[in-house]
């Protein structure tokens, strides 16, 4: 820290913390990955979503800090590379954030080992005339890498402050703050093009850095290593995939499901509810609803906390712990040339993945990709094809129990689906694919603490915005059953479930709330399937129709939040008879063939 | 921008695409096809005088830029003018 260039300019300059009509906004602004979003964490005491791949923040989030005698507005803002030329949706949003009122100060935070890249936006940033502070984050990461850093000289030639700082065990907080008292505008002569920027960063980040080849990180490096060749990363990624069946296809969707569903819910909560129900409340009505066949609680929770909590629970602790290893991206080595097909690139990989734990975010992430095209397709495959957490839940405990090659058929008809739409769409659709160009992150030793707080506010999460959808859906079945409209529903659709598709006529009305959740849907199906009313091939097709059809109502506002409604309303009309008759494609050709699972 | 300079021998300058595993080298140039793609390899620190090291080369290439390690499809690393170091 070198304090006594920040005391001498505070000296002379004017101090930034002063009485003011509104609170101070401080954006915090650096590359992707550098770790903005752990430093907003420990500033503001909010916890945003830290995982270790580029893109994870890709809206913008602001929370409340003291700092000195004040409370200042803190903006975290999704990562970039660059502020000018080609840049990508969310580096669009962060620029807009440092070119407006939202940010008075910018603490830029950097990868302490990629000074060089990290000096290239400090020239950017410059131009905009803000005070700074330079966060020299992950200092530790660079010291064991063999790379040192002269803040004090760095300091001295930006002419802002630089703390060095371990954001994720708290270390140089305190320095931080103090440093935002006596931030300057930083003195760095103004770069119009890229190459000149390059140069100058490359020589001043010669000046300051001193490297040796001394490495003391050889496990990750290895390890690194071993997930990208296609020697090592093919077994690895199918272990990867085998412990993820094991510990929630197997541990979270049949032994916790069970355990939940059967004694705790089965022997426990359900006839205690109807008890009470039954000797405090007299009206047979309300009864009905809180208890009856689609009761509020027999149903409605039973679905959500029994069936689908203890999948989404044990995917999330897994998927927090893959994302946090850095293992994710280096898929997209892999990826690359089948998405090339499907005009894509391997950087899609990302929301691809992450749709598996909630579509509706993924949806968002599609912002890292590079063209307006590629975020359409991605979209569209995310919405088609990708069962997230909850559905997931389902398909394995539904199918889990029946075969292994019940299981590898849906998944096999559903890829092969995505396979063929996004080979259409790449030819339909206008536009341009972006070349694979994807930074890989360093393989790390998941954190503990960040994985169960992740893992907790996502189940917080899901219970706030699933529980609700599955409590209104069951109240509209409810409903729906009493004016008898579900009789006209399952007739209605008697030509497509029973004829088409070859379903039982009760399927109609778990479709019809697929609609609402598809997991939702696929929750029914589960009963169904338990009480012994669904044959293998029955379940295969129903579950594909289900795996097909547009997530949930979240994700489809989020579709025309993202690309407008008209675009919304195009998937949806794609997807929707290419699910049904995916399904009564697949009911015939399992039939034609004798297949039983 | 052209690539005036290639000159035979050991010291050539040579497209990243074309170095082996483990080759080492010093970026000359990023060739200037696509104004897109050079801002973005720019912003990841692919610049002139940066130091490389290539760590694989299929399924993709995957090389390390300084301290950052990034992957790359062929085409652009053919875009990737590089002189290689004597080991």
Redesign the interface.
């Known amino acids: 820290m070198p304090c006594h260039l920040i005391h001498e300019r505070a000296a002379t300059a004017p101090r930034t913390l002063t009485l003011r009509a509104r609170p101070l906004r401080i954006a915090l602004v650096g590359q992707p990955n550098v770790g903005k979003s752990v430093v907003f964490g420990r500033l503001t005491g909010r916890y945003v979503t830290v995982s270790n791949y580029p893109g994870t923040t890709v809206a913008v989030t602001k929370g409340r800090s003291v700092v000195g005698a004040e409370v200042c507005d803190i903006v975290d803002t999704p990562g970039v590379n660059a502020l000018d030329g080609t840049i990508s949706e969310d580096e669009r949003i962060t620029r807009d954030v440092i070119a407006s009122d939202n940010a008075d100060l910018i603490v830029q935070i950097a990868d302490a080992r990629n000074i060089r890249r990290a000096l290239m936006l400090t020239s950017q940033l410059a131009v905009f005339d803000k005070p700074m502070v330079l966060a020299l984050n992950m200092i530790d990461e660079a010291w064991s890498r063999g790379v040192s850093i002269d803040a004090a000289a760095l300091s001295a030639e930006l002419g802002i402050p630089v703390v060095e700082m371990v954001a994720v065990e708290g270390r140089g907080l305190s320095e931080l703050r103090d440093a935002l008292a006596s931030t300057a505008r930083p003195d760095v002569p103004a770069h119009p093009h890229a190459n000149d920027r390059a140069v100058w960063a490359h020589t001043l980040a010669e000046r300051v850095r001193r490297t040796s080849t001394f490495s003391l990180a050889h496990v990750q490096e290895a390890l690194a290593a071993a997930t990208r060749r296609p020697v090592t990363g093919i077994p690895i990624f199918v272990a990867v995939l085998y412990a993820l069946y094991l510990f929630v296809g197997v541990f979270g969707a049949q032994i916790l499901v069970k355990l939940f569903e059967d004694d705790v819910f089965g022997r426990g909560i359900n006839p205690a509810s109807v008890w009470l129900v039954d000797h405090f409340i007299p009206v047979p009505l309300i009864r009905d609803f809180l208890v009856g066949q689609y009761g509020l609680i027999t149903m409605g929770v039973t679905y959500s906390v029994a069936i689908v909590l203890p999948v989404v629970a044990t995917f999330f602790l897994m998927f927090g712990f893959l994302e946090d290893s850095g293992y994710i991206p280096r898929l997209a080595i892999f990826c690359d040339r089948i998405f090339r097909v499907m005009g894509l690139n391997g950087k899609a990989v990302l929301p691809m993945v992450l749709g598996l734990g909630c579509d509706t975010m993924a949806t968002m992430t599609t912002r890292i990709l590079g063209t307006p095209k590629e975020r359409l397709i991605a979209i569209l495959l995310l919405a088609l094809g990708i069962p997230c957490s909850a559905q997931l839940a389902t398909i394995m405990g539904i199918l889990g129990g029946i075969s292994f090659a019940a299981l590898a058929t849906l998944f096999a008809v559903v890829l092969g689906q995505m396979f063929i739409v996004g080979w259409l769409a790449a030819r339909v659709l206008t536009g341009d694919r972006s070349e694979f160009i994807l930074e890989l992150p360093p393989i790390r030793w998941p954190r503990l603490g960040n994985l169960l707080t992740k893992t907790r506010l996502r189940i917080w999460w899901y219970l706030g915005e699933a529980v609700p959808l599955f409590l209104v859906g069951t109240a509209l079945l409810f409903v729906l059953d009493r004016i008898g409209a579900l009789v006209v529903i399952a007739a209605a659709g008697r030509p497509i479930v029973t004829g088409l598709l070859g379903l039982p006529a009760e399927t109609a009305q778990i479709l019809v709330m697929g609609f609402l959740r598809r997991d939702y849907g696929a929750a029914g199906l589960f009963q169904l399937a338990h009480s012994g009313q669904l044959s293998g091939v029955q379940a295969v097709v129903a579950l594909t129709v289900m795996t097909l059809f547009v997530p949930c109502v979240a994700n489809f506002l989020m579709m025309v939040r993202e690309r407008g409604l008209k675009t919304g309303l195009a998937i949806l009309a794609v997807i929707t008879p290419v699910a049904i008759f995916t399904g009564g494609g697949l009911n015939h050709v399992l039939h034609a063939l004798g297949v039983r699972f | 921008m052209s690539s005036m300079h290639l000159v035979s021998g050991s010291n050539s300058v040579r497209p990243l695409s074309s170095l082996r595993e483990g080759a080492r080298g010093r970026i000359v140039e990023v060739r200037l096809e696509d104004?897109?793609?050079?801002?973005?390899?720019?912003?990841?620190?692919v610049?002139?005088?940066?130091l490389v090291t290539v760590?694989?080369t299929?399924?993709?290439i995957?090389f390390l830029c300084?301290?950052?390690?990034?992957?790359?499809?062929r085409?652009?690393a053919a875009t990737i003018l590089v002189r290689p170091l004597e080991k």
Request: proline share 6%.
């Open positions: 104004s897109g793609r050079v801002d973005r390899l720019l912003a990841l620190g610049t002139p005088g940066a760590m694989q299929f399924p993709g995957v300084d301290q950052t390690e990034l992957a790359v499809e085409s652009v």
